[in-house]
């Protein structure tokens, strides 16, 4: 990456892996090495773990007779998968246009550009990269975001070579979750757990850490006045946000106590859950 490239290892607050439920274990499994490059990194029945070289990304967990998710419900939007260069994106999506794989949007963020679709079970899925940092920022010194229509020509005419899989140095960029209110999210989302409102969007707002467009999103779009998710569901079971920097997590912790919010011990995690349920553990990171 050029020096102009966001370091993901350096902000306060990353995510580090995304868990999901899912029903069909062998199908999905299969759809993230496929379609996204994922390979396994470890099988522990009922959980396949899924990532890039050594780093773990994505745990799969086993459970055929969870619910169907509904799309209205409280929970992931979509995983984004971040590529390091437009030339891997380029690459991918080359590859993604020969599998029988229905992408469900592309868009021009300012920020990034970005390729939507879903996995066999709807769990959504942006693959994005990113633009230098030095794009981010409007004549306000604000960062400016939009969904314009993305230059796919453009975009493939960078891409030679073929597609080889995630390449090192992709992340999980950020998570986008479906939330009841905004306001709520905000007070969880920022106010504890100590994300910057870096932007706002109609019906959502992006929280950023270290100077990041957004580690994570929460919107109303589908799930406007929902209440907590149903127990048992098919979607997102866990989101793990790495913390890093000295007594980080403690302060999480203490202002989450002062907000009347029960954070229990998982071993080195400390597991909280949003106003909806969604399960969010922290680990320190360094």
Do not use: C
């Not at 350096?10 to 899912?22: C, E, F, G, Q, W």
């Not at 409280?74 to 030339?87: E, I, K, N, V, Y």
């Not at 599998?99 to 592309?106: D, M, N």
């Not at 005419?157 to 306001?183: C, E, K, R």
């Amino acid at each position: 990456m050029t020096d102009d490239r966001f370091n993901h290892t350096a902000a306060p607050l990353r995510i580090s892996r995304v868990r999901l439920r899912v029903r069909d274990l062998d199908r999905v499994a299969d759809f993230y090495q496929r379609v996204i490059g994922l390979t396994v990194i470890r099988q522990s029945p009922p959980v396949i773990t899924l990532g890039v070289g050594e780093v773990a990304l994505l745990d799969l967990i086993a459970d055929p007779a969870a619910t169907q998710q509904n799309r209205s419900d409280a929970g992931l939007f979509h995983t984004a998968f971040l590529l390091p260069t437009r030339a891997d994106l380029a690459r991918w999506l080359a590859h993604v246009t020969n599998t029988e794989v229905t992408l469900q949007g592309a868009s021009d963020h300012i920020v990034s550009e970005a390729i939507y679709l879903a996995d066999p079970e709807g769990n959504g899925i942006e693959v994005y990269t990113d633009r230098p940092v030095s794009h981010w920022y409007g004549a306000d010194g604000q960062i400016r975001m939009a969904t314009d229509p993305l230059d796919i020509p453009d975009l493939l005419a960078v891409g030679s070579g073929q597609w080889a899989g995630f390449p090192q140095g992709g992340v999980i960029g950020h998570v986008h979750l479906q939330v009841g209110d905004t306001g709520a999210a905000d007070q969880f989302y920022s106010d504890i757990l100590g994300f910057d409102i870096a932007s706002r969007y109609p019906g959502a707002s992006f929280y950023g850490s270290g100077g990041y467009h957004h580690q994570l999103a929460g919107n109303i779009w589908n799930s406007r006045t929902f209440g907590p998710r149903p127990e048992g569901a098919a979607g997102l079971e866990v989101l793990e946000i790495g913390v890093q920097g000295p007594g980080a997590k403690a302060a999480i912790e203490a202002r989450a106590a002062q907000s009347g919010i029960s954070a229990i011990q998982d071993g080195a995690h400390t597991v909280l859950r949003d106003p909806w349920g969604t399960t969010i553990a922290l680990a320190e990171v360094t």
